[in-house]
């Protein structure tokens, strides 16, 4: 007779998309032993701080979804904020989580003592556990530009992700300073509502028209009925994003000159004047800088009421933005839309690993990791969305999934017996890490834009290949690339 399986202690770090979907994978397997750890005070992760107009996902839906949970009610192809939110808690709720889950509790740091975890929490409370999940999201530390003055704005001024929802919009006169994914996203909901907008651009990007549109009734009714097609469409889904964006990515060729040649032509049709046109047209390649999708932007801007000012920021005053002309551009609200540290991974929790190791140390130049999901010396710690896991504009869920899947295939040895704790070795992470810069030069990140994929040596923190290498890299445990304890005999190679 086979011994029983041990059930494991898990800390997850982060109640949003990645935390949940791990949680749900181990009650699926029958382990309930886990807790969550989150520092807002809610389900959703970016999708509950992100409360922004506009706010919605430039992935469909079908494919911006758990396997495991698909939802028929997607009412469109590209679904709002809103939306992913409500999904996100549903799912949650529908897995008992709200019960497992302390809100409100920022992870201060976990110490690893040679056998288990001790993790402690900035409100105090102390666990001790076999594994800790880092799940808490690449896009979390807002980055405030550095201008002179802001603090003097006598209007109302936040971050995209800090958004004052006090402050009234209709009517008033508005700045949004950048045009990422989510300035883009912003000004298309604002710009029609606000007394006078302006778009504050310092660089041009590049936009995909991809359009979208409503799921009807018919539609729901049809996935309801037949669930089982929901993986149809989700596999379809995932050819179409990974055939093309995450091609054209990370491999020059066919698919990258073809989007490239789209994002040329919707600005050459929706733009007809030359000299506005130059405006908006970047210096860089198309898909550089992480893409911006979407239809109707550059219409916006044949409305007297909505400028786009593409002439520097001098400084803020309590009246408005004064620019490098000298103009003073008065304005009621700015919104500063100029994304995110996204190399922040994990931290500022600490974690401090086999033999005293810190995390904060270990990744003092850069953050990195092996196959996007462990570090050297940090026994039983899966990264979930760690280092590298950004993909060009493909489906987190399904990244994700694939980590929560590696990490299960580990949990289950220890589950079984096999293994007390088991951490990359330095060797295979290093050899992980070269072969990343070694495919770098290929991809369009590195074809000389300044963005947030690039690190502080330069090169993309992206991955740098297609995603289905990905899913075959975390397929399967490769054990000479691990180090495996057992009580009875320390530390052996594996
Ligand atoms: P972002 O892509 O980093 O864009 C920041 C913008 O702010 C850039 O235009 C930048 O200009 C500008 N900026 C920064 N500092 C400035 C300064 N001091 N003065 C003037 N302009 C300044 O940030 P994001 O738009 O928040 O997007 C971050 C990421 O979130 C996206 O790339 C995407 O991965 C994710 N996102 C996804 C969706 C979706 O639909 N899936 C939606 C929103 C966000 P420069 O280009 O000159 O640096």
Request: hydrophobic fraction near 40%; aromatic fraction near 12%; proline fraction near 6%.
């Amino acid at each position: 007779m086979s011994a029983p399986l041990r059930s494991p202690r898990i800390a997850i770090v982060g109640a949003g998309m990645s935390g949940i979907g791990m949680a749900c994978k181990l009650k699926l397997a029958g382990i309930e032993d886990f807790e969550l750890f989150e520092q807002w005070s809610d389900f959703g992760g970016t999708w509950h701080a992100n409360t922004y107009p506009g706010l919605s996902c430039d992935v469909a839906s079908r494919y911006y979804q758990y396997t495991f949970a698909p939802n028929p009610d997607w009412t469109h192809v590209y679904s709002s904020g809103h939306e992913i939110n409500a999904y996100l808690h549903r799912v949650a709720d529908d897995f008992g989580l709200r019960a497992k889950t302390s809100f409100k509790t920022p992870v201060d740091e976990a110490t690893w003592t040679g056998s288990e975890w001790v993790l402690r929490t900035k409100t105090g409370r102390e666990g001790r556990y076999d594994f800790v999940i880092t799940a808490a999201g690449g896009l979390v530390r807002t980055r405030k530009p550095a201008i002179d003055g802001l603090e003097d704005f006598a209007g109302a001024c936040f971050h995209s992700a800090e958004w004052d929802l006090s402050v009234p919009l209709d009517g008033r006169r508005i700045g949004v300073i950048g045009t990422g994914s989510t300035g883009m996203q912003i000004t298309r909901a604002l710009a029609p509502r606000a007394g006078y907008f302006e778009l504050y651009q310092r660089t041009p990007q590049w936009i995909f028209p991809l359009p979208n549109f409503r799921y009807g009734p018919w539609t729901k009714a049809f996935y309801r009925r037949f669930p089982q097609l929901q993986q149809r469409a989700y596999d379809t889904w995932a050819a179409f994003f990974e055939g093309t964006f995450g091609r054209g990515t990370v491999q020059p060729g066919f698919w990258r000159k073809l989007i490239q040649a789209g994002c040329r032509s919707h600005l050459r049709l929706a733009v007809r004047d030359r000299k506005q046109r130059a405006r908006f047209t970047p210096d860089d390649e198309p898909m550089c800088k992480r893409m911006v999708m979407g239809t109707g932007f550059y219409k916006l801007f044949e409305q007297p009421s909505v400028e786009l000012v593409d002439t520097g920021i001098e400084r803020v005053e309590a009246g408005g933005i004064r620019t490098t002309d000298g103009a003073l551009h008065e304005l009621d609200v700015i919104v500063l839309a100029t994304g995110f540290d996204a190399h922040a991974f994990v931290r500022p929790m600490e974690l401090t690993g086999h033999e005293g190791v810190k995390l904060s140390e270990a990744w003092a130049d850069e953050p990195f990791g092996y196959r996007t999901v462990a570090l050297p010396e940090f026994p039983n710690v899966m990264m979930l969305i760690g280092p590298h896991s950004p993909f060009g504009n493909q489906s987190l869920f399904s990244i994700s999934e694939t980590q929560q899947d590696f990490a299960m295939g580990i949990i289950e040895r220890w589950r079984c017996g096999e293994v007390d704790a088991m951490w990359p070795t330095r060797e295979a992470t290093e050899r992980f890490n070269e072969e990343v810069r070694a495919a770098v030069p290929n991809t369009v990140w590195a074809t000389g834009c300044d963005s947030w994929y690039l690190g502080k040596d330069g090169l993309p923190q992206a991955w740098p290949w297609v995603p289905s290498r990905h899913r075959e890299l975390l397929a399967e445990l490769d054990p000479t690339d691990w180090k495996i304890q057992r009580a009875e005999e320390p530390v052996a190679a594996a």
